[in-house]
């Protein structure tokens, strides 16, 4: 007497019923390669419950119960995910960045590492000198000497990109800090 192995009484089932299972399944989810995919889905759970399918009277109809099953969770699932998408709504159109914030962008990425540092938290995120001193872990005479190199450098490099007309901007009278720097020396 020769006793059926578990893998070859599976091989066996896959061939009887494999057919038949994906044409039941493609008119129950009404498209072939999803009920391609819960019928293999079943047979990879039917490998490890070998023993329940072979004490059940239809081995067949186990798998059709849990391929069904697993159509119906991928369903559900996919519902859940149109409802969610459905309901994230698209965020609002956002204006490009302004030609003059561009070319600031692109001055600060040409300052040397520690200037673009010191000008972008001091002047960017509103940090006071010497909490800008704090972070970069150097004197606050340093941060300064910082903030005052990368001001003239990027002053030079917005000049050069023709932010402002050059005679307008010399005819204009010093702020307050330009004079003070102007009169530090």
């Known amino acids: 007497m020769v006793v059926e192995t578990d893998e070859d009484f599976v091989h066996g089932l896959y061939d009887a019923s494999y057919r038949r299972l994906v044409g039941q399944l493609a008119a129950v989810t009404g498209d072939r390669a999803e009920a391609e995919d819960a019928v293999q889905e079943a047979f990879v759970r039917a490998v490890g419950?070998?023993?329940?399918?072979?004490?059940?009277?239809?081995?067949?109809?186990?798998?059709r119960t849990v391929a069904?099953?697993?159509?119906?969770?991928?369903?559900r699932r996919r519902e859940r995910l149109r409802v969610l998408t459905r309901r994230c709504e698209e965020p609002?159109?956002?204006?490009?960045?302004?030609?003059?914030?561009?070319?600031?962008?692109?001055?600060?990425?040409?300052?040397?590492?520690?200037?673009?540092?010191a000008v972008a938290l001091h002047h960017l995120a509103d940090l006071p000198v010497a909490e800008v001193a704090a972070t970069q872990g150097v004197p606050v005479g340093t941060v300064k000497a910082r903030l005052s190199r990368g001001r003239a450098a990027l002053a030079e490099m917005l000049r050069d990109h023709g932010g402002e007309d050059h005679d307008a901007a010399r005819s204009r009278p010093p702020t307050t800090a330009r004079t003070t720097e102007v009169s530090r020396g």
């Open 49 to 63: 419950h070998v023993r329940t399918l072979r004490g059940t009277d239809n081995p067949e109809a186990w798998l």
């Open 92 to 117: 609002p159109d956002l204006p490009g960045l302004s030609p003059d914030r561009v070319a600031l962008v692109a001055a600060l990425r040409r300052l040397p590492a520690a200037q673009r540092e």
């Open 68 to 75: 069904v099953n697993v159509a119906r969770t991928r369903w």
